[in-house]
């Protein structure tokens, strides 16, 4: 069993497609089927369902995906202890951020980092507040960076910087005519909402609470995956949202969307490292640069 046919086999197990496994990977089709069938054969095991033209994850390699990012995670930090001993000059930096960070703040900061540190690499990646936690404590990645704090034992969390979350509405929509929003109107509101997991699903939902406003009693129109999605979906007329003023900018400046009158909310972004794991001079150097 080779580190290669581990990073293959869990290319193929989170994109649950040969042939996309293939292209994110830079491989032909035929060389990753291969892979995953050496690894199959060579233990004695079936770690994929093929079903028709489809291929799927079954239990045997749902636990053994477990087993192989632990190897691949701890194959990354002890290539990052090695490339520390060139000083900077080479390596790779991987980070993940939320889909706001990652967006809108996060790659003004990672062309600095790369103008700097021109012989490091970086592995960027964007999932929700949740995914960026799991990812750093499992070690998948060095670095997070996030929207909203996270409460995990295992993980350092330090604020980097400050956004607001806003409620914003189409041109069209009652809220524009500038009355001071309360709870009566949130209650009434239709509402087009991000996944839970996200840090500005939660943010929405605290300020629910602060309401005393239970997320059942509301009218949610529809639940979607991303910020843009989301925005789309207010300018469309469905309803009205909460979300990041660097999210909205855009659409606010050119008319698309107008903020409501309702206080901004304080949104801070955190910075996530693991605690125990291996800290290289790649991530604290782009974590000197955040505090520039």
Do not use: C
């Amino acid at each position: 069993m080779t580190l290669d046919q581990l990073r293959i086999f869990a290319e193929v197990a989170r994109q649950q497609h040969i042939t996309k496994a293939a292209k994110a990977m830079n491989m032909t089709q035929s060389a990753v089927s291969a892979a995953v069938i050496a690894l199959e054969e060579r233990h004695g095991v079936a770690l994929f369902d093929r079903i028709g033209r489809s291929i799927v994850l079954n239990q045997t390699g749902t636990i053994f995906l477990e087993h192989a990012l632990q190897v691949l995670a701890e194959a990354k930090a002890a290539e990052s202890a090695l490339s520390d001993l060139a000083g900077l000059l080479r390596g790779e930096l991987s980070i993940m951020a939320s889909q706001t960070v990652g967006a809108y703040w996060l790659p003004s900061r990672l062309a600095k980092f790369h103008t700097r540190y021109p012989g490091l690499g970086l592995d960027v990646r964007i999932g929700n507040t949740e995914a960026v936690g799991d990812a750093v404590e499992a070690g998948r990645v060095e670095l997070g960076v996030v929207e909203g704090a996270v409460d995990r034992p295992a993980l350092s969390s330090r604020m980097i910087a400050t956004d607001e979350m806003i409620l914003v509405v189409s041109p069209t929509h009652p809220w524009t005519k500038g009355k001071k929003l309360g709870k009566a109107d949130f209650e009434d509101a239709t509402w087009v909402l991000r996944e839970p997991g996200s840090g500005t699903r939660l943010a929405f939902e605290t300020m629910m609470t602060k309401e005393k406003l239970k997320l059942q009693a509301l009218n949610v129109a529809i639940v979607l995956p991303g910020n843009e999605a989301v925005l789309g979906a207010v300018e469309a007329g469905m309803g009205a949202t909460l979300t990041s003023r660097s999210a909205a900018q855009t659409e606010l400046n050119s008319g698309l969307l107008v903020e409501a009158n309702a206080s901004p909310l304080p949104r801070p972004f955190f910075l996530l490292r693991h605690k125990e794991r291996y800290r290289s001079k790649a991530a604290d150097a782009f974590e000197a640069l955040l505090s520039e």
